[in-house]
């Protein structure tokens, strides 16, 4: 598809003479229709990337017309009235305390690195080094404590950062793939005088297993040793619209006592990417990418109230995104969009009960939000061929355009790692008959491989 997109392209070379709106538009819609991904098929499960919302695609493109920007007052004032609304509405859901804060990222990992760099510089405060203008040199040893599944761009993030990605201490995970209490306190006091602890990256929803970490005991743990909180929620936050899952998914109760978290409202939030917000306890964390710039927030204006949101960020001409989320929320209610996360967990739930009752498939993963982990396993199979089987069908799918499902690695409890499918569910029109319509398709693909 990718070398049929690229030819259909023609020579890399703008042309002299433009072709015209109608006719650009028509030529890029059909390509990317074509050679694309149509994510309203129920058939496509693959990844954390729901067919977006018609209303939040309008508001889109409203903010694409008008371009305002979020850094000054005068780029956007009310793009930076929307942002603030929305912001304060998602503090609200996720329980944070009143005076909450928070801003619009490229994407999670952004999102999680804003807030690896928040806590890094108020470690660094703790410790009475300035990092902003000093650097990392005096900060000692930085640890960063996260569960052994933690999305892989908290290790990014580090790197980034300067922190170094062997600051990172993975902390040992239960049977149902959480962060063990027991295990962070162990690591928390292990910490020696010559390590500086950033913080604690806790996850509400694992990317593959949807595994929603102890929140309330994490919390108890970084208060009591005045460590940072920073919960990646990018996936599992769209829960909290639904109060039924919010009540009986265990361990998402402790979000509102986070230092922060990511969110991303183009997962389980039907937006249009990016739409990620990292939210704080407070507003003053942002203190240290505070910057005053002479052609853009000189302080008399700012005095004057002519305020923006440069110092949330670490753009500066910032789209503003928070308008389709805003359009989305006022056009179909909090309660719709609970109704939708819980479609998806349905499926997910019925998905795994599909897979049980196949013989030539077996369960690596319940479905504990809106995704399921398998694999394609016939009895009496060596595993290095079972693994190289599982990758071709799921290729053999994607090559044939009959199914989009995903694929993972998981290490099992004898220390083994295996070739995985996954099913991720955030598609609200999908049915039970296309979850079976999807596992007849892996299986068979799977007999097309043996044959
Ligand atoms: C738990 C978790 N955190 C962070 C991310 C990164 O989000 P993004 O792809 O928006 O950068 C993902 C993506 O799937 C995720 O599942």
Redesign the pocket.
Known sequence: MLAAARAALGPAEIPAEGIGADAAVRQFTELLTCYGLDLSNPRAAA??QPPPLAVAAAGDAVVGALNPSLDTYDSGPSAIAVERWVVEALARLAGLPGDADGVFT???????LMGLLLARDRAGARRGVDVRQDGLAALGQPVVLTGEL??F?VRRACAALGLGERCVRPVALDARRRMRPDALAAALADLNRNETPIAVVA?A???DFGAIDPLPEIASLTEAFSIWLHV?????FGVLFSPRLTATLEGLDGLGRADSL?L?L??LGWQP??A?VLLTADPAPFATLEREVSYLNPADDTAAGFTGLLGRSLQTTRRADAVKVATTLLAVGGRELGHMVEHCHRLAQYAQTRIQARPALRLIGPAELTTVVFRYQPTGTDQADVDALNARLRRRLLRSGSALIGRTEVTEADGRSSVCLKLTFVNPTATESDVDQLLDAVCAAAVQECA
């Open positions: 990844h954390l490229p994407g999670g990992s952004l999102s999680n933690a999305h761009s996850t929803g694992g990317t990646d929620a990018a996936y599992g990511a991303d183009h997962k990417a990016p990620s």
